[in-house]
């Protein structure tokens, strides 16, 4: 499957901002699907993950409450929606998906099948 993020932007402190993973090639739903981000000087980390059969959600602590990741599967997009962004959550964004790997796999080992390119959040204080 191919993804294709977009919506990255600058957004101020305490704003926010909707990304989209669009899918081509195969459907989303069966798809365990997540978001990553690379800060600069970081590492690539888990942000947020929905698994295809049940739509159960996972999280990193530090964004919970106040990201959600919703998924459309009749347009196969997969969304982000980010509240209360902060400056240091200033990061290159990528989707993800695995046909093999649940998302609590790709939440701990970061094993996907396929990425995005990145979109650029940038949270200006």
């Known amino acids: 499957v191919q993804l294709q993020a977009s919506g990255g932007g600058l957004v101020q402190a305490g704003g926010s901002l909707r990304l989209s993973c669009a899918a081509s090639g195969r459907t989303l739903s069966s798809y365990a699907m997540g978001w990553f981000r690379q800060a600069p000087g970081k590492e690539r980390e888990f942000v947020a993950g929905?698994?295809?059969?049940?739509?159960?959600?996972y999280y990193a602590d530090s964004v919970k409450g106040r990201f959600t990741i919703p998924r459309d599967n009749a347009k196969d997009t997969v969304y982000l929606q980010m509240n209360s962004l902060k400056p240091e959550e200033t990061a290159v964004y990528y989707c993800a998906g695995s046909s093999r790997y649940s998302v609590w796999t790709m939440m701990k080992t970061g094993r996907v099948d396929s990425w995005g390119q990145g979109t650029l959040v940038t949270v200006s204080s």
């Open positions: 929905i698994s295809g059969s049940s739509g159960n959600t």
